[in-house]
């Protein structure tokens, strides 16, 4: 279904080295202009080089992240937060333990919630976000059958923080993390595509010719529950970095 469609500002970067050094420099611009920010974090391989980045840029007494507050977007369920695949242990790891945030500002999913009582956590999740003033820039990586946080296909437009089953796409994309596929967790628990949609500004980023198919079918196809990227376009504040490979499809580049 196509609902209307805002210009998306794209920006396609030399290689993968520069598209994480402009994700870096962007999220560092609006920490300056606004040292309180609030930022949901995303995981996968794409963003690792940005995190590189920020923690340089963090060394090099370029930011501060004391006023920061940051909620990842999506956790796998049945992982604690030391197990190597968690999403809780990636972000420590790559980000969150080598710069100056307060504890008090880092919100992690859980995916050790009580599958049963997943609307109370979500809600509770939602209200933290809200008390904080809400998401100002949403980091997001996405997945090759579109997916943003764990919104697999089929996500409603005003879908909020919940669990939600796996696609099989997604099991088996993301398998090269585990020894084998039977390991990979069938839940996770991820913001909603209407938590996405309600943050201020997001960023999207995606890196290599795997990913240039869904590019081109979430930029410039039409909007789609098919495709939960595609639903980018309705958002007012979209930037894309891309590599020269993921951007390879796109008929729009600018
Ligand atoms: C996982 C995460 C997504 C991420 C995707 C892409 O499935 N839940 O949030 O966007 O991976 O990962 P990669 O960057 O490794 O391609």
Redesign the pocket.
């Known amino acids: 279904m196509l609902y209307y469609r805002i210009p998306m500002q794209i920006i396609v970067a030399r290689n993968y080295e520069s598209l994480s050094q402009k994700a870096a420099d962007f999220v560092v611009s609006a920490i300056l202009l606004k040292p309180s920010l609030v930022l949901a974090l995303?995981?996968?391989?794409?963003?690792l080089g940005m995190y590189k980045f920020l923690v340089e840029l963090y060394n090099r007494k370029k930011v501060d992240f004391s006023q920061v507050k940051v909620f990842d977007?999506?956790e796998y369920c049945g992982l604690t937060p030391e197990h190597s695949q968690s999403y809780a242990f990636y972000l420590r790891h790559n980000f969150l333990s080598q710069v100056n945030l307060k504890k008090e500002n880092i919100h992690l999913q859980d995916g050790l919630l009580d599958v049963s009582q997943a609307s109370q956590y979500s809600k509770q999740f939602e209200e933290t976000i809200e008390e904080v003033g809400g998401i100002d820039l949403a980091i997001?990586?996405?997945?090759r059958n579109g997916?943003?946080?764990?919104n697999e296909p089929g996500s409603k437009v005003d879908s909020l923080t919940r669990v939600i089953d796996l696609d099989d796409k997604?099991i088996q994309?993301?398998s090269r993390f585990f020894e084998n596929i039977s390991e990979v967790p069938r839940k996770?628990v991820t913001m909603g595509i209407g938590t996405i949609l309600n943050s201020q500004k997001i960023l999207l980023l995606a890196a290599g010719k795997n990913?240039a198919e869904v590019i081109n079918s979430s930029m410039e196809g039409p909007v789609t529950v098919r495709v939960p990227a595609s639903i980018l376009q309705r958002h007012p504040a979209v930037t894309i970095i891309l590599d020269q490979d993921a951007a390879s499809q796109l008929k729009r580049k600018e």
């Open positions: 995303p995981t996968g391989s794409t963003p977007l999506d997001l990586g996405i997945g997916h943003i946080g764990f997604t994309d993301n996770a990913k």
